[in-house]
């Protein structure tokens, strides 16, 4: 079945009766035995939920794992992974990570006694020289945020079958429309489902989806143990932002280029990082591992006030954290995503107060690129 038809016909696994198009929203923390001893499939929605598993299985099926579990966010699902490792574990992550996951690492995984390197994982030489004995995995994201950057994942794959680590990739930035690192070699995939799974800036999710049926099992049993599932509410959210995954990838992509192209040539930007634009140093290694580019641009201006100016004069495009929606929005990773990175880190990796992200949406791309002229025109 192609994909765009898994998006709306994927989860279709569930036994309602009364022929409802639209999954039914099954608001029940709990469901009643038949009989001693006997299961309708469902005991309580901690371990599975009727509206819950629809969307479960619908992920899995589009990253082509063999399961896939609903988180409350994003970070709920990054947290609980990290419930794979011990104290003494070391992992490898790449350097340009969402902020919230270095917070995670730094912090909480660290106090926990896990050991994390972060280093560019888009030069598999130094994740090769970080490993070491105690090493159980590399953490990519692909690509990065807010840079760009691109991790071959094939590649990496290999080194960890040689050195028997675990590869993740989170996939929230293209989405299994675009890239399927399971069929590239991940073991594990991560997304934010709050970004463009979800699509619509309504909904906190995110997800966990394996490979095979080992990885299910540990994954599972740290899920139903820690609990920080997605409502049934809130699956049906996703549910229903899936149906249009397809569409909405492609038209923002195809805005995003638009979008890029004109940044290029504005005096007052300095450099646009796309990796969709054939300038961009990661094009080819994008071509080959991805279908597309997606709809994330990180531009750099020509000073702090221009980025200053533009933030506060943008008027279709909104201020706001957050990606992947059909609302375009602007942020300030230095003040916003990043905000926690140490300043010398974040400098390092060109996250300076010029750096802006902008996530396209679905709105005409001539609009935004008026919104963008009228903000940038301010500062002459
Ligand atoms: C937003 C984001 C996260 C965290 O997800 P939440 O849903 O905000 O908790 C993780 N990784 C990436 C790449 C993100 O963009």
């Given at each position: 079945?192609?994909?765009?038809?898994?998006?709306?016909?994927?989860?279709?696994?569930?036994?309602?009766?009364?022929?409802?198009?639209?999954?039914?929203?099954?608001?029940?923390?709990?469901?009643?035995?038949?009989?001693?001893?006997?299961?309708?499939?469902?005991?309580?929605?901690?371990?599975?939920?009727?509206?819950?598993?629809?969307?479960?299985?619908?992920?899995?099926?589009?990253?082509?794992?063999?399961?896939?579990?609903?988180?409350?966010?994003?970070?709920?699902?990054?947290?609980a992974?990290?419930?794979?490792?011990?104290?003494?574990?070391?992992?490898?992550?790449?350097?340009?990570?969402?902020?919230?996951?270095?917070?995670?690492?730094?912090?909480?995984?660290?106090?926990?006694?896990?050991?994390?390197?972060?280093?560019n994982?888009?030069?598999?030489?130094?994740?090769?020289?970080?490993?070491?004995?105690?090493?159980?995995?590399?953490?990519?994201?692909?690509?990065s945020?807010?840079?760009?950057?691109?991790?071959?994942?094939?590649?990496?794959?290999?080194?960890?079958?040689?050195?028997?680590?675990?590869?993740?990739?989170?996939?929230?930035?293209?989405?299994?429309y675009?890239?399927?690192?399971?069929?590239?070699?991940?073991?594990?995939?991560?997304?934010?489902?709050?970004k463009?799974?979800?699509?619509?800036?309504?909904?906190?999710?995110?997800?966990?989806?394996?490979?095979?049926?080992?990885?299910?099992?540990?994954?599972?049993?740290?899920?139903?143990?820690?609990?920080?599932?997605?409502?049934?509410?809130?699956?049906?959210?996703?549910?229903r932002?899936?149906?249009?995954?397809?569409?909405?990838?492609?038209?923002?992509?195809?805005?995003?280029?638009?979008?890029?192209?004109?940044?290029?040539?504005?005096?007052?930007?300095?450099?646009?990082?796309?990796?969709?634009?054939?300038?961009?140093?990661?094009?080819?290694?994008?071509?080959?591992?991805?279908?597309?580019?997606?709809?994330?641009?990180?531009?750099?201006?020509?000073?702090?006030?221009?980025?200053?100016?533009l933030?506060?004069?943008?008027?279709?495009?909104q201020?706001?954290?957050?990606?992947?929606?059909?609302?375009?929005?602007?942020?300030?990773?230095?003040?916003?995503?990043?905000?926690?990175?140490?300043?010398?880190e974040?400098?390092?990796?060109g996250?300076?107060?010029?750096?802006?992200?902008?996530?396209v949406?679905?709105?005409?791309?001539?609009?935004?690129?008026?919104?963008?002229?009228?903000?940038?025109?301010?500062?002459?």
């Open positions: 079945m192609d994909f765009s038809t898994l998006c709306i016909h994927g989860g279709k696994c569930c036994c309602d009766t009364s022929g409802a198009v639209s999954v039914p929203i099954y608001q029940s923390a709990t469901f009643a035995h038949p009989a001693v001893g006997q299961s309708t499939g469902y005991d309580y929605s901690r371990l599975q939920n009727p509206t819950r598993e629809q969307l479960e299985v619908t992920v899995a099926k589009l990253e082509n794992g063999a399961d896939a579990m609903a988180f409350s966010s994003g970070m709920a699902a990054v947290a992974l990290m419930e794979l490792f011990s104290p003494g574990d070391h992992i490898i992550a790449s350097d340009d990570l969402y902020g919230g996951s270095h917070r995670l690492l730094h912090s909480i995984s660290r106090k926990n006694g896990i050991a994390v390197d972060l280093v994982t888009s030069d598999c030489s130094l994740i090769t020289s970080h490993i070491h004995p105690q090493t159980k995995a590399v953490l990519v994201e692909t690509p945020n807010p840079m760009m950057q691109v991790t071959d994942i094939a590649a990496v794959s290999s080194i960890c079958r040689a050195h028997n680590l675990l590869l993740i990739v989170d996939n929230t930035f293209l989405t299994p675009f890239q399927k690192p399971l069929l590239l070699g991940a073991d594990i995939v991560v997304h934010s489902g709050t463009y799974l979800g699509g619509h800036n309504d909904t906190l999710a995110g997800f966990l989806v394996a490979k095979d049926a080992g990885l299910s099992e540990r994954l599972r049993y740290i899920y139903k143990t820690t609990g920080a599932c997605l409502s049934p509410f809130d699956s049906w959210l996703l549910i932002g899936i149906k249009t995954l397809s569409v909405r990838m492609e038209r923002q992509q195809q805005s995003a280029l638009k979008i890029a192209e004109w940044l290029r040539t504005q005096k007052s930007i300095r450099a646009v990082h796309y990796a969709g634009l054939p300038s961009h140093p990661d094009y080819e290694i994008s071509k080959r591992q991805a279908s597309g580019f997606g709809a994330m641009i990180s531009f750099e201006v020509d000073g702090s006030e221009t980025a200053r100016r933030l506060e004069h943008v008027s279709l495009i201020y706001a954290e957050s990606l992947g929606g059909v609302e375009s929005l602007i942020t300030y990773p230095m003040l916003q995503t990043h905000a926690d990175v140490p300043a010398e974040r400098e390092a990796k996250i300076n107060e010029r750096l802006l992200r902008l996530s949406g679905l709105e005409c791309a001539d609009d935004l690129i008026a919104d963008l002229n009228q903000a940038l025109g301010r500062n002459a």
